[in-house]
């Protein structure tokens, strides 16, 4: 059974490393104290999986606690209440990486779901430079040569009403996909996150007419918004298609 110890070790310690990664965004709501103890084990599992390796004189309990396990404990403790929040930058910050339709072919850019609106998926990437989990809204701003200002919010997670919508029917078609991203866009801390946000078109009947209207905007950018208060946080330059 001791043989199988390191073993059980380090399987233990990478299954909580994955739930912490796999549940980055919550774990990154928690204070950095929290942080530490949960992750902790993982370095003490890891430490102990790793413990037939080290010299034989490095193996005995007392030495091994003292020189080894309890010094790391420390340094991660350390980064969690001293080192950590030295990287702590301000707001969270977009990027358009790439500019996109969702089209049929067929139909000149409208696309057929039963409604005659383009959809617009630009690729952006979120970037949070803080210590805790951040929730951003993402809106499209056009202004023409007249002045005048189209303002689209991105689709929702959660769509309130019980009605069928554009905008739940284009939800319910693209949330199967991890692609894609709707508001409000959480991410963790010191962390970036890339993804597809969507917004329906709805005062444009076809593609084509959606992509000479960027075109030909004189200002054309994304807002990242606070939920709730709409404070901006930060303005993206648009990519035209």
């Known amino acids: 059974m001791s043989r199988l110890t390191p073993v059980l070790c380090a399987i233990v310690a990478l299954l909580i490393a994955y739930l912490i990664q796999a549940n980055d965004l919550f774990f990154g709501t928690l204070a950095l ?32 606690l003292s ?47 039963g409604f005659s609106n383009p959809i617009y998926t630009p690729t952006i990437e979120f970037t949070n430079a803080e210590l805790f989990t951040r ?25 309130p009403g019980s009605a069928l919508s554009v905008e739940a029917s284009v939800k319910g078609l693209l ?33 084509r007419s959606f992509s000479r209207v960027l075109k030909e905007a004189v200002k054309a950018q994304f807002e990242l918004r606070e939920p709730g208060s709409g404070s901006l946080i930060d303005e993206v330059a648009l990519i035209a298609l």
């Not at 809106?139 to 200002?149: A, K, M, Q, V």
Request: negative net charge.
């Open 33 to 64: 104290p929290v942080r530490g103890f949960i992750i902790a084990p993982v370095f003490v599992l890891g430490l102990f999986a790793a413990r037939p390796l080290l010299p034989a004189f490095m193996r005995s309990l007392a030495i091994f």
């Open 67 to 113: 020189f080894i396990v309890i010094p790391v404990l420390g340094f991660v403790f350390l980064y969690y209440l001293m080192l950590m929040p030295q990287r702590e930058g301000e707001g969270v910050r977009g990027e358009q990486l790439l500019s996109s339709l969702i089209t049929d072919a067929s139909s000149n850019g409208i696309v057929e779901i």
């Open 135 to 159: 929730d951003v809204e993402v809106f499209l701003r056009l202004t023409n040569t007249l002045g005048e200002t189209s303002l689209y919010r991105a689709v929702r997670e959660e769509i």
């Open 175 to 207: 949330s199967e996909s991890d692609d894609y991203l709707f508001n409000p866009i959480s991410v963790a801390p010191l962390a970036t996150r890339r993804g597809k946000v969507v917004f329906v078109i709805s005062d444009i009947e076809d593609g």
